[in-house]
């Protein structure tokens, strides 16, 4: 599976960016492809993961109702919509895939994006 992550850059605090992350290789329907973060000295941490179907999301405490991800099997990409930008949310964001559920545990993905930087300016 290759992952190409888009979609980042510099936005003031309140601003809004919507990061794509397009898969190509193998069958997309038979991966979860979730987005991490990390930011400057920090764990990397999951920030949102998405069912194959759309019908199940997760999202960590601090960005729930201002991020919202989403997933075109069509086009075989996912979404990432941040909304309400704070200059906390500023990290470079991956999208990972792997085969069976969405984890925590960001060593548990085999296939990364390269990765995108998000920086929201106060």
């Known amino acids: 599976v290759q992952l190409q992550a888009s979609g980042g850059g510099l936005v003031q605090a309140g601003g809004s960016l919507r990061l794509s992350c397009a898969a190509s290789?193998?069958?997309?329907?038979?991966?979860?492809i979730d987005w991490f973060r990390q930011a400057l000295g920090k764990e990397r941490e999951l920030v949102a993961a998405?069912?194959?179907?759309?019908?199940?999301?997760y999202y960590v405490d601090d960005v729930k109702g201002r991020f919202t991800i989403s997933r075109d099997n069509a086009k075989n990409t996912v979404y990432l919509q941040m909304n309400s930008l704070k200059p906390e949310d500023t990290a470079v964001y991956y999208c990972?895939?792997?085969?069976?559920?969405?984890?925590?545990?960001?060593?548990?993905?085999?296939?990364w994006g390269q990765g995108t930087q998000v920086t929201v300016s106060s």
């Open positions: 990972a895939a792997k085969s069976g559920y969405s984890s925590r545990n960001y060593r548990s993905y085999p296939y």
């Open positions: 290789g193998r069958t997309f329907s038979t991966y979860v």
């Open positions: 998405i069912n194959w179907g759309s019908s199940s999301t």
